[in-house]
């Protein structure tokens, strides 16, 4: 492996200065669990890295109103953090299932968005989540939504000298269920084929029968019994991941369900609307009609999940089905 | 029933101390004074003439001491057909090809050396499919290789598999089902947690010794004694030092390139050279499991009886030859003796393309051709109309048979693994849902009493006592990471009485240790561990005359327990085993008590029609398995696994169960998983990444069931274990997948777009 200097500054501004003195020279380590594996493959060889690890402050978790997540907080401490869990579901669906406990222990939030792999698994959770990106470089500050930060695979808004000092999550509104599922072909330690957030705000949590939810019938059997409740949907995300060169949102299909009652014929409908949006490509970890044909699977899944997340939130903190 | 100390029991790895805390020698943590580091340039194309190679900025590079390329190299031979070399001159076959080496004081200097050297090349037309690659006018791998009667030049290789008993077509008229299908088997791969490497390392003598982690050290030997041949280094010693080793499960079975290179380049710089691969090397650069592409077609009378098996396999080659060629041997066993079929016919042709080449692997072809043979006996039972656990307890074996191919079954215990799965999973309650949810089961034959696939199927041990009483045996077995040590000190424990502490195995070095044709065929039990039974009982003979003269008693009347020589007529006439050892030594006239023993069961090589008795004794097993699949996504579940093993007897039952899980999840990976995806006959996924081995959280429960049927020739009645654990799992779980759904899926693995593109197919509107 090449060898490279590191560098510990104590503060983010001392790090900007760093990172300007040495420009492409340098990279910007956190975890380190992206940037030691390209160094290794030869894919960048800088001859300094400026970790973040030596300045006190960053790792912190705070909600006051909204959620602020350091950028050197580990997706372990996300997934510890009960507030994550109950408020912002799909955030925690994502770090579950994330590498492993060795990697979650070291790996940032922060790293997986600034990769910027298609595939990152917090990328459409937090697309949905309506998440906010901070950033400081020497010439100052600018805060983008998630949806500019993301330019194409490996690339984001970020600018030579520039670093991520904060994501901000807003307060979701009232009765909001989110959910994440990551389509792999392992249970650990795997990329995912298809990564599917939803996040549904419904006009109320009551429902005369609850129940229906924990029923072991097919979805659509439950959703033809839920009709019934004339439940609307008042906001709506729909994300994806590895459908397209960056996580991306399914915009017609999230308006098709905008603030209209839910049913299983809309559900599908949106679905299939979020699939057609998709343009997932062949490659070797799948083919591009099954992530498709998952597309259309999942979505209405995650929605599911999402309302039971509203409708049961305490049996449902952690589903163990499908949905 | 006798009582033993040692045989039976759960003793931990002998080893497992070590390996866990970090302390254990694998190759990699191997230093010698001056070492240096060894890298291998690859061909990137699969097929192309090599027009040029330009080493000279390579070797300008400070910390550079050698580079080899296919033109400065003697030629050495080397595989089962003697088609490979160590380094390519004059064109490159697949994309693993070695077409140059560096020596260099560290390993990153030796790989920014590599990037320096240019390689031009012509690309040839190439071909990577071996139906392709029979036919007429195909691109030809090996140019001057010849085949058939006419000797003319043909990708196919000579070695024409070919086995028949009975009239199959005759059978074929008289059956009352007959069902035909083609199943197709790809690339999978060891996934041996240590990686391959080795050290080599010549004295002043130019006599070589060569660290290494292989599975045949005794043939190694030769081969490396051949290659100095070749170096004209004639009459010079070789001598194969095992480091621990990280696993072999087949991979170790053959030499390799790299370790002729690094015998090479320690030869040319005088120092000892270490090549060590990195994970991705250790994908592409090594041989995995052979795809097969298989036509089966199996009958059976009305009443469900099994009339004949006929089956024509092509098998994908690869651009070289390895000992794995010979795996349709092996894949002979199932077609003819797995269930009794009187009828059989196997035909199997080897193919050379311009893919990786492939080689031995756990199950040596078995798990391929059982994948075939029990995937289809649930096809025919459904034709039949016969329940598939109905269907395999009528034609299972029985003690006593000899098979069609001349095998001569003395325990077997198949229809109790078969019952015992059965009950475990419900079968009669949860067989024919078709809810999504389904059980599936499959069985298998193993050779299990060594299996003479050389001249001589032997291994011999020699075993020492110290003044302490502590027992050294020197083995010919080598301990892979399966536990050969630890059961080879339960059998010498348990014979002279002492406890499995006492004993201290050593299997590592070709100077000390006796001669072993290798760890294959599932065989160290059985074969190494008669040896050390042989060894171990004339030990005892030699201890008891030592202590007869002591004590002043006859040798018959004495034995040994608990470390003790005591007579049997007057238990107070005794003598602790270190104060024998001390007295034969400590006397004039004093003698060593030691012995040697060389143990050649008493199998068959097969004969020209491929028949004959190859191993003393076979092992049986059934896997049994209730699958849950997602029918929107195609995404299997495994909910329940159930693995009964006959074995004979278990000398140690956590070792064995070792043997079942890790077999299972091997076999859970080929069946669903596990695949080395080849574009253009490049790997594209050399890492854990996307070659989808199982993790700790993918792995089911799984349940051991160990039936013991006692052998009369094993070994206090063992027989092998060592591969069967997953040759029956993937047809068990496409035999559920087919009960859960109705989809029946034929070509592994059994990923969740083939399942549901079959659902698909199925519920389509005709
Ligand atoms: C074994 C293994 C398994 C993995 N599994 C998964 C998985 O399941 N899902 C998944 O999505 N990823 C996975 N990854 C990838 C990786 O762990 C994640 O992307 C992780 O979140 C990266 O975080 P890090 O702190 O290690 O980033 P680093 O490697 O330190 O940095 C990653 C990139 O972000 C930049 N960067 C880091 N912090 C900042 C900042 N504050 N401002 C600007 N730029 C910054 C770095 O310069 C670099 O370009 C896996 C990696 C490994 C090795």
Redesign the interface.
Known sequence: ??KFDYLKPRTIDEALSLLNQYGKRAKLVAGGTDVMVMIKQKRISPDVLISLSGITGLDQIQYDGALRIGPMVTHRQIEKSQVIRKEFSALADAVDVLG?IQIRNVATIAGNICNAAPSADTATPLLVLGAQVKIKGLKGERTVSIESFFKGPGETVLEEGELVTELIIPKPLPFTGSAYWK?Q???????PILGVSVLLSLDRNRISCPDILCATSPISTVLHAMEQEGLVCKEVRIGLGVAAPTPMRAIKAEGLLRGKRISDELLQEVAETASNEAQPRDT????AW?RR??IR??VRRMAMRSIERVIRPEETVFPTR?W | MEEFINIGKRIPKTDAEEKVTGRAVYIHDLKVPGMLFGKILYSPHAHAKILNIDTSRAERLLGVKAILTGYNIPSIKFGFYKDNVPLKAGKVRSCRDEVAAVAATDPDIAEEALDLIRVDYEILPSVFDPEEAMKEGAPLVHDEHVGGKEKRPTNVLNLPWRLIAGDVDEARRQSAYVAEDRFRVTWVTHCCMGTSGCLAQFDLKNNLTIYSITQIPSLAQRDFTEALSAMGLQGKKVRVIKTMIGGGFGSKLDTYAFEYIAILLAHKTHKPVKIVFSREEEFFATSPRQPAIIDIAQGCTRDGRLTFRDVRMILDNGAYTSWGATTPSVMMMPISSLYKVPNVRYVAKCVYTNNTYSQAMRGYGNPQATFAIDSQIDILAEMAGIDPLDFRLRNANTPGEITPQNFKIITCGLRECIDAVAQKLDWRQNRGRRDGRGVGMASLIHVGGGARVYKSDGCGTIIKIDDFGTVNVFTGATDMGQGADTVIAQIVAEELGVRTEDVVVIHTDTDVCPWDVGAHASRTTFVAGNSALGAAKKVKQLLLEVAGQTLGESPENLDIRDRTVFSKRDPEKKSPLGKVLRAAHYTTGGRMVMAEYFYDPANENLDREFKGNLSVTYSYGTHGVEVEVDKETGQVKILKYVAAHDVGKAINPMLLEGQVYGGVAMGIGYALTERLISQNGKVMNPNFLDYKMLTAKDVPNVDPIVIETNDPFGPFGAKGIGEPGLVPTAPAIANAIYDALGVRIKDLPITPEKVLAALKQKTKPQ
């Open positions: 492996m090449k492993s389509h072909r392992r249970l650990a330690l795997d990329l070797i970890r799948a083919e099954y044909e998952m699977v999942l499908a």
